[in-house]
Structures are given as structure tokens and as C-alpha cells.
């Protein structure tokens, strides 16, 4: 019903920049809510930052003013640009959506992309 594909991520050393980018390629279901989520090595997966269909952003604390999150919400498209990185920002993310499944009874489901690693270097 949705299928997330996800690109960008790799190595990169503390300072630099990464741009993470997902596509909901099958576009039969309007999304409600596009973001991404981390997961580091033995913790839980965080939400790092997600934009409603109104335009509203969140960030987690850690990541504000350094990631921003954008969308092309014609192509179901979204991207986190990542700055100023940091070796806690070391995980693998997730993209992930709210997509409206059924428009006659408003049921909406969630959605994983696979995950891609970003690694950080001290």
C-alpha cells in the first residue's frame, strides 16, 4: 500500500554535512505525516524530525537548529538536510509516514522505510 524508498546517508566526519532523502514511490494514499527516526546501537528508535500535512515541524532537542527538514508533497518526497554533524548523531534512520489508507472511514497506518546508516567520525 506504501513503500518508502530511502537514499543519502554513508561516512562523513564531525562538521560535515549529509542529506537524507525518502520517496513514497507507489503514491496511491495522501500522507499525513512525513519524517525520520534514528536508532543508535543498543537504544531506541527517536524521532528526529517530522512535518505534518500542515506544514508544522517538530525536532527532537538534539538536532534543532542543525537538521531541516523539507518536502515536495506533489512527487511524496522528503528530505533531512543534516549539519554541523555531530558522533552522537552516529545511527541508522528511518524514514517513516502517516499515510491515509482508507479515505471513507479515515483509517491511516504507519510506514517504514528500510533504514540507511550515517556514520559520524570524530
Known amino acids: 500500500q506504501v513503500q518508502l524508498v530511502e537514499s543519502g546517508g554513508g561516512l562523513v566526519q564531525a562538521g560535515g554535512s549529509l542529506t537524507l532523502a525518502c520517496a513514497e514511490v507507489l503514491q496511491r494514499h495522501p500522507i499525513n505525516t512525513m519524517g525520520w527516526y534514528r536508532q543508535a546501537p543498543g537504544k531506541q528508535r527517536d524521532l528526529v524530525a517530522q512535518?505534518?500535512?500542515?506544514?508544522?515541524?517538530t525536532y527532537a532537542d538534539s538536532v534543532k537548529g542543525r537538521f531541516t527538514i523539507s518536502r515536495d508533497i506533489t512527487k511524496n518526497t522528503w528530505s533531512l538536510r543534516m549539519n554541523s554533524l555531530k558522533s552522537e548523531d552516529t545511527a541508522v534512520y528511518y524514514c517513516y509516514c502517516n499515510a491515509m489508507i482508507d479515505s471513507t472511514t479515515f483509517r491511516a497506518g504507519d510506514y517504514w522505510g528500510q533504514g540507511i546508516q550515517v556514520t559520524v567520525s570524530a
Open positions: 512535518i505534518q500535512s500542515r506544514g508544522q515541524t
